[in-house]
């Protein structure tokens, strides 16, 4: 089924390690995004992408990087692992501008837990 | 800046009985709208959209929104609500001042319904 696919969907790492989440869509979206899930906060932008090879931070960017080399992955990787960086992350894409839908399509979320 | 509230952490209602999860927005030009819905280990999926038009707007699984200018209002309602309703409900809103793609949040209203 086409779609939107996040790996893993749960990860234990220890403070300090470097950590990649995975996020993989099969439509061809030019958009794609991560947001961050945390209790009294609800989804924060960290990352988002335009088109291959166009990244820019959202919100809340600081201690993550994100590369986009094909326009179906985004991988967003934590260089250095910090307890506050447990969170549950979202991946999502959007179709282009001027298409009649212009909402987003969201992965299943990886929950990370940094100890 | 645009921005997004929902006032309401919880919101408790009877099967059966109609139920209004209410957003309220703050935008700078024309709003682009949207609610999405989050079931538990779920990603969030799109219910509907305001983009121009009718006030009103039909979504999935029986929800509509209506959109109220003069209030910068948003909320999401259903005449009868189901036990299976229960769920994490996001407002967001479309930040124009980017291109249009980055999409603001709210922290998310969580609904139950009592069956």
């Known amino acids: 089924d086409a779609g939107i696919t996040q790996s893993p969907r749960y990860k234990i790492t220890e403070t300090g390690r470097q950590v990649t989440l995975m996020c993989h869509q099969t439509?061809?979206?030019?958009?794609m995004f991560w947001y961050r899930q945390d209790l009294g906060h609800g989804l924060r932008l960290i990352y988002y992408?335009?088109?291959?090879?166009?990244?820019d931070k959202g919100e809340v960017p600081d201690g993550y990087v994100v590369s986009r080399s094909k326009t179906e992955n985004f991988p967003l990787t934590l260089e250095s692992a910090t307890r506050s960086q447990t969170s549950v992350y979202f991946c999502?894409?959007?179709?282009?501008?001027?298409?009649?839908?212009?909402?987003?399509?969201f992965g299943s979320g990886t929950r990370l837990t940094v100890v | 800046a645009q921005s997004v509230a929902q006032p309401e952490d919880q919101v408790n209602v009877a099967e059966g009985n109609p139920l209004t999860v209410k957003c309220t927005y703050s935008?700078?030009?024309?709003?682009?709208l949207f609610w999405y819905v989050q079931y538990p280990n779920r990603g969030l999926q799109f219910l509907l959209k305001?983009?121009?038009?009718?006030?009103l707007v039909k979504g999935s699984y029986g929800f509509e929104a209506e959109f109220n200018k003069s209030q910068t209002s948003f909320h999401l309602k259903k005449p009868s609500a189901l036990v299976s309703d229960s769920a994490l409900y996001f407002c967001?809103?479309?930040?124009?001042?980017?291109?249009?793609?980055?999409?603001?949040f709210g922290a998310g209203t969580r609904l139950f319904v009592k069956a």
């Open positions: 305001y983009i121009t038009g009718d006030n």
């Open positions: 999502a894409s959007s179709e282009l501008e001027g298409s009649r839908n212009y909402g987003y399509t």
């Open positions: 992408s335009a088109a291959a090879d166009i990244t």
């Open positions: 935008v700078s030009g024309n709003p682009y």
């Open positions: 439509w061809s979206h030019s958009y």
């Open positions: 967001a809103v479309r930040d124009l001042n980017t291109g249009g793609f980055k999409t603001i």
